[in-house]
């Protein structure tokens, strides 16, 4: 059987995201972004502080307070280049750690960049991708090649595309 490409599962999701106010986008970036953090301290140990990303929460903070509409989108293109400098290069760390970083960074940066009113029309919904890799690579016994019983119903990549679909479809991130 054919492998799966990650792009091909995560281009749905992506035409969901289009359709979101900004707000929302925010949103659901920063709620992976979230999900992610842990991988970005584990970095941090794993590498004894080598690598470190001090920005990570203080941009998520900010586009969460942006998506529940306590905070205006506000200026942000200083901080994004900090988040964007810590992002570690795969010739300076090893797989998967390099891969889960700059994935949970890309996460970060999509929801800081939806909080800005001076990056918002940076923002693309491709950047979706790079919240399911981290999952791709953990389950997939062969890398990026997805089996496609991965995406069988029930399979735990089903579930999580799932899971996100539905918070997409149901506008359940856009608070305001």
């Known amino acids: 059987m054919k492998p799966l490409d990650l792009a091909e599962i995560s281009e749905p999701l992506q035409d969901q995201l289009s359709g979101l106010p900004i707000e929302g986008k925010a949103a659901f970036f920063g709620v992976c972004g979230g999900a992610l953090l842990p991988l970005l301290r ?4 794993r590498f004894d502080r080598i690598w470190m990303f001090p920005e990570a929460e203080g941009a998520l903070s900010i586009a969460r307070s942006f998506a529940v509409g306590v905070a205006p989108a506000r200026t ?23 891969t889960y970083a700059m994935d949970a960074l890309v996460c970060i940066d999509a929801a800081l960049v939806a909080a800005s009113v001076d990056l918002q029309h940076l923002f693309k919904s491709s950047w979706l991708y790079y919240s399911l890799e981290p999952l791709v690579v953990t389950l ?12 069988t119903e029930g399979a735990r990549l089903s579930l999580a595309v799932g899971f996100m ?12």
């Open 42 to 45: 584990e970095v941090e140990r």
């Open 76 to 98: 942000n293109h200083e901080l994004r280049e900090r988040v964007l400098e810590s992002v570690p290069n795969g010739h300076d760390m090893d797989s998967p750690w390099s």
């Open 140 to 151: 997939s016994p062969i890398g990026y090649d997805i089996p496609p019983s991965l995406m």
């Open 165 to 176: 679909s539905g918070l997409i479809s149901k506008g359940c991130l856009a608070t305001r």
